[in-house]
C-alpha cells in the first residue's frame, strides 16, 4: 500500500491569500487526485495531476483558482488561490491501488483549510 | 437528483448489533462500486469492493443490485471500533471522478 504525505496537516488563512499543499507519495504513481471535502459534504474530485502534462480539471473547478503542479511521479503541489471563507474544507491527495481506473484509492491524511 | 444517496444517519447501535446502510445512484451505467471507512477527522479508507454477486469480509457483506441501483452493507455484530462514517462510492462509466455518497455515520455504543 502507498504512503502519503499531506503538508500542511492544517492552516488558518486570510481572505485574499493562496496555500500550497503538499502530497508526496513513497512510490511511484501515473496519476495523482485531488479532492475537495467540505463540511457536511461529500468528496468532490477537483482535478487529476498526471506527469509531465498539465491537470485535468472537473466541471467547476479552474487552473487559475487552483494550479497544480506534478514535476515527478512521486510529487504533486496544490495551490488555492485568493482565498475566500467558502474555500474553507479538507483537500486530500489520493493514489489509486491496484488496477488503473478501478476506484480503489489511498487517501493522504488530508489538510484542513480555514479562511477567515 | 444527486448521483449517489446515502441515508445520513446517526445509526446508534449497541454492541453486537447488526446494522444495514443501504445507498442508492443514479447513474444506471456505473461500472464499480466501493464501500470506504471514514474515521472523525481522517482520511477515507476502502472498506472494500461491492461485486455483483455480492460479497463478505469477516463480519462485514455488500451487497449490489443492479436493477434497482442500490448497494447495502451489512455488519455483523457490531464493535465499538466499527463506529465510523461508511461512504458509498460509485465508479462512473468513464474518467476518475468517482461519486462519493455524503456518508452514514455509524455510532456503536457500550
Known amino acids: 500500500s502507498a504512503v502519503i504525505s499531506q503538508k500542511p496537516s492544517r492552516d488558518i488563512c486570510q481572505r485574499g491569500t493562496s496555500l500550497t499543499i503538499q502530497c508526496q507519495v513513497d512510490s511511484q504513481v501515473t496519476m495523482m487526485f485531488w479532492y475537495r471535502q467540505q463540511p457536511g459534504q461529500s468528496l468532490t474530485l477537483i482535478a487529476t495531476a498526471n506527469q509531465g502534462s498539465e491537470a485535468t480539471y472537473e466541471s467547476g473547478f479552474v487552473i487559475d483558482k487552483f494550479p497544480i503542479s506534478r514535476p515527478n511521479l512521486t510529487f504533486s503541489t496544490l495551490t488555492v488561490s485568493n482565498m475566500s471563507p467558502e474555500d474553507s474544507s479538507i483537500y486530500l491527495c489520493?493514489?489509486?491501488?491496484?488496477?488503473?481506473?478501478?476506484?480503489?484509492?489511498?487517501f493522504g491524511e488530508g489538510s484542513r483549510l480555514t479562511v477567515l | 437528483r444527486k448521483e449517489v444517496e446515502q441515508d445520513p444517519g446517526p445509526f446508534n447501535v449497541p454492541e453486537g448489533a447488526t446494522v444495514a446502510f443501504n445507498c442508492t445512484y443514479s447513474?444506471?451505467?456505473?461500472?464499480?462500486f466501493f464501500w470506504y471507512r471514514q474515521d472523525c477527522r481522517k482520511e477515507p479508507k476502502l472498506l472494500m469492493s461491492?461485486?455483483?454477486s455480492g460479497n463478505e469480509d469477516g463480519r462485514f457483506t455488500a451487497q449490489l443490485n443492479r436493477a434497482s441501483q442500490y448497494i447495502s452493507l451489512l455488519i455483523r455484530d457490531s464493535k465499538l471500533s466499527d463506529s465510523a462514517t461508511y461512504l458509498c462510492?460509485?465508479?462512473?462509466?468513464?474518467?476518475?471522478?468517482?461519486?462519493f455518497g455524503k456518508g452514514t455515520s455509524l455510532l456503536v455504543t457500550p
Open positions: 461491492v461485486y455483483s
Open positions: 447513474n444506471s451505467a456505473s461500472q464499480s
Open positions: 489520493s493514489v489509486e491501488q491496484g488496477s488503473a481506473n478501478t476506484g480503489e484509492l489511498f
Open positions: 462510492v460509485v465508479n462512473p462509466i468513464s474518467g476518475y471522478a468517482l461519486n
